[in-house]
């Protein structure tokens, strides 16, 4: 631990005595410079030598006071001098035991606190696709654990509360335990390396059957092993960034529309609903619903406990138990959608 961070972990009383300490001892040497100048008629150089051996107790060789006025000096300066930097030395030596015995104790409570964590998400990496990710999950309010090998790319990331990053290699099985895979909703890996990728694939689905896996692939001929290694999804930066500047070549207006629901330019929200029992819309045609003529909300598609999916379900569309709803709309009505099935 440097001596900055460990500063920056002390308490303000700690700190404040920590600087009188620091100005106590310089106070000290400077008394002790001036008065070894005048009393004893030495050179500057001379006086803080003289005055930084007698605070530190090495002792005197070459140099010693040899005036009267000097000596009964220096028999003063040497009981306040070495006084002073002995109590400056216990402050500081109980400012680094406290940082240590916070220090400790917070990684404790927060490792505590991670393996009670339930439905959460893990993120793999911390590097430029990973950091947006975290960006995500924050706007959404999610807890999430993230795992970087890296502690330079953890520098700038500040974690509270149900936020939590841990150092360490996430192809690792007890890594992937430690961050409560088990229990984990969703995990997400962009690593930069497509084997590091799979392996992280792999394990998290042999530790965890009903993960819910997204994997980044670097090239384009990693997405079917990592499909075939257990990840329910694979997004490659490559292909969609290449179609989107496609898109804003030969169809401006759409690419405009697109990038200004992503960059939330437009009030306008996408989600997911899951129609349960208690659902005041299960067994309901849509027509029969409020989605559309109060929320208005857009049901852009329906997918089936079988699977199959339907694209701008018709009014007389039944809305089934287990079903998926995917909608698009205003936020506060999208959140009035969602208060709903509760």
């Known amino acids: 631990m440097s001596i900055i961070s460990t500063v920056s972990t002390l308490s303000p009383k700690i700190k404040r005595k920590l600087v009188y300490a620091t100005l106590a001892i310089t106070t000290t040497i400077l008394i002790g410079t001036f008065g070894f100048h005048y009393l004893e008629n030495l050179s500057f150089r001379e006086s803080i030598y003289l005055s930084t051996a007698t605070v530190t107790t090495v002792g005197y060789g070459d140099i010693v006071p040899k005036?009267?006025?000097?000596?009964?000096?220096?028999?003063?300066?040497?009981?306040?001098?070495?006084?002073?930097?002995?109590?400056?030395?216990?402050?500081?030596?109980?400012?680094?035991?406290?940082?240590?015995?916070?220090?400790?104790?917070?990684?404790?409570?927060?490792t505590k606190e991670m393996e009670n964590l339930e439905d959460h998400y893990i993120v793999c990496g911390a590097g430029r696709v990973g950091k947006r990710i975290i960006v995500s999950l924050r706007k959404e309010n999610t807890p999430f654990v993230v795992i970087e090998r890296n502690e330079d790319k953890l520098a700038n990331l500040e974690f509270s509360g149900k936020e939590f990053a841990l150092v360490a290699d996430a192809t690792l099985d007890k890594n992937l335990r430690t961050a409560g895979v088990q229990k984990a909703k969703g995990l997400v890996t962009c690593l930069a390396d497509d084997a590091a990728n799979v392996y992280v694939v792999l394990t998290a689905r042999n530790l965890n059957q009903n993960l819910h896996i997204v994997s980044r692939a670097v090239e384009e001929q990693a997405e079917p092993k990592l499909i075939q290694a257990g990840?329910?999804?694979?997004?490659?930066?490559?292909?969609?960034?290449?179609?989107?500047?496609?898109?804003?070549?030969?169809?401006?207006?759409?690419?405009?529309?697109?990038?200004?629901?992503?960059?939330?330019?437009?009030?306008?929200?996408?989600?997911?609903?899951?129609?349960?029992?208690?659902?005041?819309?299960?067994?309901?045609?849509?027509?029969?619903?409020?989605?559309?003529?109060?929320?208005?909300?857009?049901?852009?598609?329906?997918?089936?406990?079988?699977?199959?999916?339907?694209?701008?379900?018709?009014?007389?569309?039944?809305?089934?138990?287990?079903?998926?709803?995917?909608?698009?709309?205003?936020?506060?009505?999208?959140?009035?959608?969602?208060?709903?099935?509760?």
């Open 231 to 342: 990840a329910n999804r694979v997004v490659s930066p490559l292909i969609i960034g290449s179609m989107s500047m496609s898109r804003a070549l030969l169809k401006p207006a759409i690419a405009d529309f697109m990038e200004s629901i992503v960059a939330e330019h437009l009030d306008l929200v996408f989600e997911e609903i899951i129609i349960g029992n208690r659902s005041p819309y299960a067994g309901k045609m849509l027509k029969d619903t409020n989605i559309s003529n109060e929320l208005n909300l857009l049901i852009v598609a329906i997918r089936q406990n079988n699977g199959l999916m339907t694209f701008n379900p018709l009014a007389t569309t039944q809305i089934l138990n287990g079903d998926l709803l995917i909608v698009v709309g205003n936020a506060e009505n999208m959140q009035k959608l969602i208060e709903t099935q509760k």
């Open 67 to 110: 005036t009267p006025n000097g000596q009964a000096f220096t028999t003063v300066f040497m009981v306040i001098g070495v006084g002073t930097v002995l109590y400056a030395l216990s402050v500081l030596a109980q400012a680094f035991i406290q940082s240590e015995v916070i220090g400790a104790l917070g990684i404790r409570r927060r």
